[in-house]
């Protein structure tokens, strides 16, 4: 699909909805309408190939600047983009796994304050599946 976006207007393209099952029903679009101020909405869950899974809904705020869909969670700090919105959505997936692996796997006698704060806020958000 081509990716032509609304300065202002609504245009083809479906919007992202308020309240999202998963990652997987928003993989399914390659553009999505949002607005230049940015547009939230409420993920309750990752990808099936995912091998995390997502135990409270997360709110995500998705932006469109520069040609880019930025993909931010505030509680987390993270973000990721891409010319598509498919592919920014996955980066966003991996970077929740890198978190997974480099504070949730790391001993604790080895982070720092913050860094176990950030550990328990995972380990609330988020479980480990088998893959």
């Known amino acids: 699909m081509t990716l ?3 300065q202002e207007s609504i245009e083809k393209y479906p919007s992202v ?6 990652v997987q029903e928003l993989l399914g679009f390659d553009s999505v309408t ?3 101020r940015g547009d939230s909405f409420e993920l309750r869950g990752l990808s099936e190939k995912s091998c995390l899974t997502l135990l409270y809904p997360l709110e995500l705020t998705v932006y469109f600047d520069n040609e880019l869909y930025i993909i931010e969670n505030d509680l987390f700090e993270i973000f990721s983009y891409d010319k598509i919105f498919k592919d920014a959505l996955i980066d966003f997936e991996i970077q929740f796994y890198d978190l997974w692996e480099d504070f949730v796997r790391a ?3 080895r982070l720092a304050p913050s860094g176990i704060v950030l550990k328990k806020l995972l380990q609330t958000y988020l479980e480990e599946k088998c893959c």
Do not use: A, D, L, Y
């Not at 909805?17 to 998963?22: G, H, L, M, Q």
């Open 17 to 22: 909805p308020k309240v999202v099952n998963s």
């Open 107 to 109: 001993e604790e006698s």
């Open 34 to 36: 949002v607005s230049k």
């Open 4 to 6: 032509t976006v609304p």
